[in-house]
């Protein structure tokens, strides 16, 4: 039995052990990994979305579980102090003692914090590990206790640094970027392409400043700015460096190993440093006189390594390493491979730019233009992988190589079909994985859809990057195969939902189970095709949620928002936004006699939260006997249709947007859609009810209402386009009976109307076709279908009350009156909160 | 919060010492659960009527240990009977508690059976 002890459990420590792991050799080694972080290693380029979600485990390459069930030793928190060569072992900062035959050294590298005076201060951050960002976090709560507009800046526009900026802002700090060079990420980007990026990030709110040579942290004890010059200071109460970073090297330098003059322990193409037990990789590895701060080339280096020491002498580091990078900072898509800067001396540029839209796109070709050397893209980056592939792959180019990059005229790609890539084409570069493996993986049958493909190659699971084309090649193998794509809901279904919506229609169906025995793939259902099937017959059938309450989703199944400690908030209708004192002292009345957290919502109505399951029908009742109703908050369905106060009251309104309002809320209220709608009506063209950024939206203008549709919020914001003009509210009602019902009949299970019309082929001149002209002959029918919904409309939570059979289901325990006692709340602002996640 | 998993074993049938009635097979929805108090423990019993089965597991999700997993929806996975929890649609497995689509720890499953409509589930103390 060899000893392997590796120093350091970052992403290329436990690339390490997750390589050696695979090998059948690995039954001849006991593998000890020591860690000096206390958790075992984590993912650190999708660091930034730490402060998304603070979730810690989610990060995790792999729990502390996986090495204990591979036999691997992993020591956390437990830093390896120092080497004795002679000896072969290992020392702790515990004073332990370990004997070696091989030792892997994958420590890494540190924030490198430039000697600037003051950098010491409080505030003052470097952001690396997931104690930076927890430091981070406690520190920008604290500004923003004090002082809600406190700002924070990052020191260095590189990649790392921008990741940074996109921390600030989630942050709820106001982000400022500081550069000492002239343009951001100056290693990949060259100066135009660094304009554009800077273009489209201050569009989204960051700050940027350039050229800015930092000479001192301002501040008495804690940071409050940083001057540059005289007379040029910028006031922060936060600073993170990103500076660079430099190798963790001290072991091997103390060791007597040889090193470079800027640090990085020297190794050759084995891995190996200059004694040939030791092996360095990752970014303490110096390569060619280069550190490769990627993570591709570190898990190259890891496998490496671990052929080496099984004796597979022949794999070893190519010369030249692929520093090609694709990854999106802060939304915005940032690609550069291959040579992205070339003297004129190489070859030539053809460069596209577009800075209203925020583009850039450059490639390099040889001068006899038949060879792609590299490129940038910045904006868009969607083309990256097949651009990648082909310079990497050395394949053929376009007669005009500008077809590259610019839109093709007739809609064909310019690039051919993924399937004629060469089989050693490397299609993930973060795992190595070849478009051969991925092919192959298929034609073996161990695949047969995207999902198992990632699983069995691990294409994709690095930076996910490659995905798209993961996809595409698998469909596109699947396809030469013979083998029908599947484009089913689930595994359950291989039919889509439009084709379950005319079967569920022509065949009558009531029951899932009914179309699952008859429609689907033998199995029992799931949570992604049961809730749709629910709806479906809800839509089509006239249903509440009331029917079959264990197929409807977490929300529809007890008639309320489930929020984060399993309690449920409450929301009645309140149809325009229109409510009288009295029912507003009701709802306050309520509220307090539950002690139920109170807010009012985006949509303009009034939140309860906190219920438990047991009280919801007790609100209920009480609600119902002051005349509310169910707001539908929980369903994919009509929320509420926005309001302004129209020409009732206001000075300029043009038109009775409430009354309007609430007669659409009250028309549409309760039908089940693929997703939730939300409308608006304003009463003139200052659009105070935010009409545009609805579902539909309504205008008032001379000569009667201006529509709009299509329009969202949420993570991909978009306005509704304008679909008529000056129509009166019969003609509107009539255009939205039609265009809700063909967007119910025909989206994707949770698609927007937004996303539904967006791809909807013809656009809106289709879309118009269907709805005014009637194009299709559909348009009776639509009207039909949508009046049959709006007649049964029956409030379920009276339903729900007035019967003992559905009320069963308001008990915590099916077997005791008690409540859940593992909730816990919290006072906060004189009302209550759950206590937060551990 | 580690306490809460501590309380939930994993029973096995051989191992079971109290058989505890829970309650009537009518108060369940069929294709459905509901949550059982059992001294300090919730279980989460599911009548999985479709294949004429029954099941139990802890009521707690691993992931944010919140009682919650009797009001899941559930299904399969490949054939594999399975709980989706209603917070984030986490799977498990209600054979053997493994979470089907991540990597946390498995959760505690509990055998059951039925005596004249009753449910009943075991326990080894």
Redesign the interface.
Known sequence: MKQIVVVGNGMVGYKFCEKFVEKPEFKDFKITVFGEEPRPAYDRVHLSEFFENQDAKALEMAPAEWYAKNNIELITGERVADINRTSKTITTAQDREFTYDYLVLATGSAPFVPPIKGVEKEGVFVYRTIEDLEGMLAYAAKLKAKNPNAKAAVLGGGLLGLEAGKAVMDMGLEPHIVEFASKLMPRQLDLRSSQVLQLKLESIGLNIHLSKITNQILGNGSIVGMEFGEDDTLDVDMLIVSAGIRPRDELGKNSGLEVGVRGGIVVNNKMQTSDENIYAIGEIALYNQMIYGLVAPGYDMAAVAVNQIIGQAKSVMPDDIDMSTKLKLIGVDVASFGEPFMPASKGHSIIFENKTQHLYKRINVSHDGKKLLGGILVGDASDYNMLHQIYLNGMAIPEDPAQLILPASDGASAFGDVKDLPDEAQVCSCESVTKGQICAAIENGEATDVAAVVSCTKAGTGCGGCKPMVADLTNATLKSLGIEVKEGVCEHFDLNRQDLYKIIQVKGYTHFNEVLDNHGNGGHGCELCKPLIASLMATINADTANKEYAIQDSNDRFLANIQRNGTYSVVPRVPGGEITPDKLIALGEIAKKYDLYTKVTGGVRIDLFGATLNQLPLIWKELISHGFESGHAYGKSLRTVKTCVGSTWCRYGMDESVSFGIELENRYRGIRAPHKIKGGVSGCIRECAEARGKDFGLIAVEGGWNLYLGGNGGANPRHAELFAEQIDNETVIKYLDRYLMFYMRTAKPLQRTAAWQERLEGGLEYLKEVIIDDKLGIADDLEKEMQTLVNKFECEWTQAINNPEMMKRFNHFVNSEEEDDNLVFVPMRDQKMPEPWK | ?EE?LDTYKTTKLEDVKIWFK??SIH??????G????YKNK?IA?FN?A??GKWYACQN?CPH?????LS?????????I??V?C??H?K?FSLEDGENLNG?M?AIATYPVKIEEENVYIGFSD
Do not use: H, N, S, Y
């Not at chain 2, 944010?64 to 919650?68: A, D, F, L």
């Not at chain 2, 009001?71 to 996975?77: A, F």
């Open positions: 919060m809460i829970a309650a108060d369940f929805p069929a294709d459905g509901a949550c059982v108090k919730q019993v999985f479709r294949i707690v944010k240990m919140e009682m919650v009001r899941g929806m559930i299904g399969d996975d490949k054939g009977p399975k989706a209603p917070l649609k799977t990597d720890d």
